[in-house]
């Protein structure tokens, strides 16, 4: 199928989509799903922990970001911006949480309004005067409205990357914002995870699909793309990076951990066992 044929009326499954379609897709598809994402995976993530993928693994435990005071922080497709929160509370930096999503933005406010109220509608003790809002910017991670090289450190946690039709422009754009010697890390979907069924029990231990089909997951209602996710493999983000003018320091394939007894989608410790579930990629720009 090619893309002129368009998608078919309601469906979910592989074919080709432009990067206009899945930009207006998955901009109205985090909008609708913002709450009910953190419905369901709010408990795991937290209100302020920075948790890197389904793993569990906190940046608390791997500082890939390493992080310093006085250093300027932006993340990209930030959703509810926990990870932000965590950075702002455990340094002394300047953090912009991003998202291209408004439901998702307003659902980090809410958060954050949230957890300054307290459970009972108090202020939580050491809220005084000075605690201050969370900055939230909504922007497309592959045109970030900043000065180049003006940002510290770039990072994602399972934002953007698969979202896009072309990741490289987004470590392009991330290299742009950064300064020298800065570092942009993003986690996302291990590649190899395209090759399997999205099964989180003993159907997701075999390979049904190529590793190499670049096609797209898509969904359709009504004859119109309502999400595009896009597989890279792991050669394709070695190659992204190096266009970019960046230099890979890490590609991180996190274990999953014994303590870490739940599934999350096709994530679970059975599979986790087997095959690596995230790729985190840790890329700095020289000096
Ligand atoms: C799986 S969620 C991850 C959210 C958050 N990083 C977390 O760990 O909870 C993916 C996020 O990427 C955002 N996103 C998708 N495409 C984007 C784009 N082109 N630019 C910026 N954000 C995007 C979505 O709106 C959504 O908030």
Redesign the pocket.
């Known amino acids: 199928m090619t893309p002129a044929d368009g998608p078919p009326v309601d469906a979910a499954g592989r074919w080709p989509v432009d990067g206009d379609e899945t930009?207006s897709a998955?901009?109205s598809w985090?909008?609708g799903e913002?709450e009910d994402?953190?419905a369901e995976?709010g408990a795991f993530?937290g209100d302020s922990e920075f948790?890197w993928g389904p793993e569990g693994w906190t940046e608390g435990e791997l500082d890939l970001l390493q992080v310093r005071d006085g250093m300027t922080v932006l993340?990209?497709?930030?959703?509810?911006?926990?990870?932000s929160r965590w950075l702002a509370r455990h340094h002394d930096v300047r953090v912009v949480a991003?998202?291209?999503?408004m439901?998702?933005l307003r659902t980090a406010r809410r958060i954050e309004a949230a957890g300054a109220a307290g459970a009972d509608g108090a202020a939580p003790a050491g809220a005084g005067p000075t605690a201050s809002a969370l900055p939230l910017l909504q922007?497309?991670?592959?045109a970030l409205p900043l000065a180049d090289a003006s940002v510290d450190r770039v990072f994602?946690?399972?934002?953007?990357m698969p979202?896009?039709a072309d990741s490289g422009a987004?470590l392009a754009e991330a290299a742009r914002v950064l300064r020298p010697g800065g570092r942009f890390v993003f986690s996302t979907s291990h590649p190899v995870r395209w090759a399997f069924p999205d099964d989180p029990g003993p159907n997701g231990l075999t390979a049904t699909t190529s590793y190499f089909d670049h096609t797209p997951y898509v969904e359709s209602a009504a004859g119109v793309v309502t999400y595009a996710e896009h597989h890279r493999t792991i050669g394709d983000l070695v190659r992204q990076v190096v266009s970019a003018g960046l230099v890979l320091v890490d590609l991180v394939e996190p274990e999953w951990p014994a303590r870490n007894e739940q599934a999350w989608g096709g994530w679970s410790p059975l599979r986790g066992s087997l095959l690596p579930g995230t790729a985190i990629v840790v890329a700095d720009r020289p000096r």
């Open positions: 930009r998955n901009r985090w909008d913002a994402y953190y995976h993530l948790v993340e990209v497709g930030s959703g509810a911006a926990q990870c991003s998202d291209l999503s439901g998702m922007c497309d991670g592959l994602t946690a399972y934002g953007v979202f896009v987004v």
